[in-house]
């Protein structure tokens, strides 16, 4: 099975702009999670997706916002860029479950966002 | 709340073994672990269940301590390959939908 790929690998963008990142799980996964990672915060949720639904969220402010399509392919925007929202973003994919099971997430190779 | 990870950083020899423990202060759910290199994104481990099941690499053991909320990942006879960043995860449950909270990372580096 192709794994989760990102797109696109690296992104440098201006304050104030808007950004658009875009994550395609495994085949068969309806679960996706977005994650930011930077060397001072580490890696924090930012929401998840199950069948075209936001189940949870995390602590970021609403310019970070996101959206899942019947095919499971999903994508998160940012927008009125600042400094700080420089950071590796992770996408994960996972079987999920309408219920609530845990499953392990499978990590996409990211994409570097250079805010200037 | 992060769980706390622990060791921050080991250094060991090709064949030693190491232990990584991840500790929370909420009842969790599950604890994932997670091996990430540099410039990588991080690699899926281990599962570890409340309840007692789990699932993994076969080369890789770890135990979950639910009365203690704590997580241990056994590292054996390390090998080169090893070498990177462990994460654990954990959830809470509930109608905590995929979403998982990391430890601050333990670096571990293996030396020929």
């Given amino acids: 099975k192709a794994g989760v790929t990102q797109t696109p690998r690296y992104l440098i963008k201006t304050r104030g702009q808007q950004v658009t990142l875009s994550c395609s799980p495994i085949s068969g996964h309806r679960s996706v999670s977005w994650y930011q990672q930077t ?7 930012l929401f998840e997706y199950f069948s075209e639904t936001q189940r949870n969220k995390g602590n970021f402010p609403g310019r970070f916002s996101g959206r899942q399509f019947s095919n499971s ?3 998160m925007n ?3 860029l ?3 929202d420089s950071a590796l973003y992770l996408c994960a994919s996972s079987f999920g479950d309408e219920g609530y099971l845990s499953y392990e997430q499978y990590f996409g190779p990211g994409t570097r966002l250079t805010v200037t | 709340q992060q769980p706390v990870q622990s060791p921050q950083a080991v250094i060991l020899r090709e064949g030693e073994d190491a232990v990584i423990n991840c500790s929370s202060s909420k009842a969790l759910y599950s604890v994932h672990w997670y091996r990430q290199k540099h410039g990588e994104a991080p690699i899926f481990l281990m599962i570890l269940l409340k309840g007692g099941e789990q699932k993994g690499h076969d080369k890789i053991s770890a135990s979950f301590n639910e009365k203690k909320q704590q997580s241990s990942l056994y590292l054996t006879a390390s090998q080169l390959s090893y070498s990177g960043t462990y994460f654990c995860g954990t959830e809470i449950g509930g109608t905590s939908y ?3 909270t990391f430890g601050q990372g333990t670096i571990l580096t293996v030396h020929p």
């Fill in chain 1, 73 to 75: 392919r999903s994508e």
């Fill in chain 2, 98 to 100: 995929g979403k998982l």
């Fill in chain 1, 82 to 84: 600042e400094l700080g």
């Fill in chain 1, 78 to 80: 940012v927008s009125t």
């Fill in chain 1, 39 to 45: 060397p001072g915060q580490g890696l924090q949720f």
